[in-house]
């Protein structure tokens, strides 16, 4: 899967999903912080499913309509639970993300809101 990290994400993640063989982009690599509208653009335009821990991405693509190529949000997640909670996400709804869905995962909830 094609995956862009926000740079609330830590870069460890990175490699973590890296190693489970995913395309992974970390915003944190950037020379700059653009945004959260040009994030989602950027994961959108490449079709990237974008990983963070901030609620503003799913008001914009909800509220505002932004398009975009899947959310998965990460609350309340230490660093040792981000990586598997995401590739759990990723076995169980990656054809969903893929297709827009935007899902937001907790360590013992997880919601799938998806597209249209």
């Known amino acids: 899967m094609r995956l862009l990290l926000d740079s609330c994400v830590s ?8 190693e489970a063989g995913h395309d992974v982009e970390w915003c944190g690599d950037w020379p ?8 989602l653009v ?3 335009s490449e079709g990237r ?8 991405f799913g008001e914009l693509a909800i509220v505002k309509g932004q398009p975009h190529a899947g959310i998965v949000r ?9 990586g598997p909670i995401l590739l759990e996400v990723i076995r169980k709804h990656g054809e969903g993300l ?10 013992d909830r997880l919601r799938v809101r998806r597209p249209g």
Not at 74 to 82: E, M, S, Y
């Open 42 to 44: 950027h994961a959108h």
């Open 49 to 56: 499913v974008l990983v963070t821990l901030d609620k503003d």
């Open 98 to 107: 893929e297709r827009g869905s935007i899902i937001t995962a907790s360590a």
């Open 32 to 39: 700059q912080d653009p945004g959260d509208e040009a994030v």
């Open 74 to 82: 990460l609350v309340g997640l230490g660093l040792a639970l981000q």
């Open 11 to 18: 870069g460890r993640l990175k490699v973590v999903l890296q």
